[in-house]
């Protein structure tokens, strides 16, 4: 059949495409292993006795007969044109079969081409997925220890906050305890000055009482009795006096034999008289004191704890300033 000029120009081009594109041919089917045939028994041949052959009729042979072929130019022609019909359907089944056979590989191809970068993607995917879940892991790692370092530091800074708290709470316990005692002491401080002003008050009253104003029998009776005292006591300076001054004439006048010690003796006796005389002085002083006392009304009162001292004692000892439990603890 005639063809066109495109059909013309796109065979070769397939088939230059068919004879460049490399295709990987099928890998050949494995001959199945064969089958061990089961060999049949021999029969065992049984040698027979020799027959007696008859004689056999020969047949004529026929002889050959000749063909004479007798072919004309049509039939000849048509043979021809069927031939060529044949070898035209042989070519284009061969090249059918070649177009499919290059189709088939270069679908196979595609096929292989295309599970191979299916194959690649996948590998790809696993590895970003991996790359992912590493990156994950690395992330969810750097999180739990930045969690747990957050809450590490969040337990520290409680523990700081308890102890400062801690330690607040008894620095103002301490300051609170300081305050309470030093308002205890100002309080008892505050007692016991008014225990001294009152003391001091009551002191101040008894250095200025006058136990016995209200009886002034008895005042005069204790005036008359310090006089008599005073006048006797005065009587007995004069006479130690004199005494004194007549042993110091008689040792002038007289002598002494110093080695007895006689004048030893008698300026000690001297000596004790003079002393004596000076404390009789004394006494006559007191006597003037308590005198006072009596003209303004503050005698019998003990100059220690300024108490009243009692009439038995007063006109016991003349004079007396101070009472018996004062006496006895100086």
């Known amino acids: 059949m005639p063809s066109t000029g495109k059909t013309t120009k796109k065979a070769p081009a397939k088939r230059a495409a068919a004879k ?26 049984v040698a027979k006795k020799p027959t007696a052959k008859r004689p056999v009729a020969k047949k ?3 002889k050959p007969v000749k063909k004479v072929a007798t072919v004309s130019a049509v039939q000849k022609a048509a043979a021809a044109k069927k031939l060529a019909a044949a070898k035209a359907k042989a070519a284009a089944a061969a090249k059918q079969l070649k177009e499919r056979e290059a189709k088939a590989k270069l679908v196979a191809k595609e096929k292989a081409a295309a599970a191979k970068a299916k194959a690649i993607a996948a590998a790809k995917a696993k590895k970003e997925r991996d790359a992912k879940a590493k990156v994950a892991a690395k992330e969810r790692e750097v999180q739990r220890k930045a969690k747990e370092k957050a809450a590490a530091e969040a337990k520290k800074q409680r523990e700081i906050d308890t102890k400062r708290k801690a330690i607040e709470a008894e620095k103002l316990r301490k300051i609170r305890e300081i305050e309470r005692r030093n308002q205890e002491e100002l309080k008892r401080q505050e007692r016991r000055e008014a225990e001294e002003r009152k ?3 009551a002191l101040e009253r008894k250095m200025h009482s006058k136990p016995y104003a209200d009886e002034p029998e008895f005042l005069e009776e204790l005036r008359r009795l310090l006089l008599e005292t005073r006048s006797a006591t005065n009587d007995d300076i004069v006479v130690m006096e004199s005494e004194a ?9 007289l002598e002494y034999d110093d080695e007895d010690g006689s004048s030893v003796a008698s300026d000690i006796q001297r000596d004790q008289k003079k002393d004596l005389a000076s404390l009789l002085r ?5 006597i003037d004191v308590a005198l006072a006392r009596i003209d303004d ?7 220690e704890c300024y108490e009243a001292i009692s009439k038995p004692r007063l006109l016991a000892q003349l004079p ?11």
């Open 297 to 303: 009304g503050s005698y019998g009162r003990c100059d």
């Open 199 to 201: 003391r001091l008050e």
């Open 282 to 286: 004394l006494k006559v002083d007191e």
């Open 320 to 330: 007396v300033f101070m009472c018996v439990s004062c006496r006895a603890s100086v």
């Open 20 to 45: 460049k594109s490399v295709v990987t041919k099928a890998p050949a089917k494995k001959a199945a292993p064969k089958r061990p045939v089961a060999k049949k028994p021999v029969k065992k041949v």
């Open 245 to 253: 001054d007549e042993m110091l004439v008689d040792r002038e006048r």
């Open 60 to 62: 004529p042979t026929p």
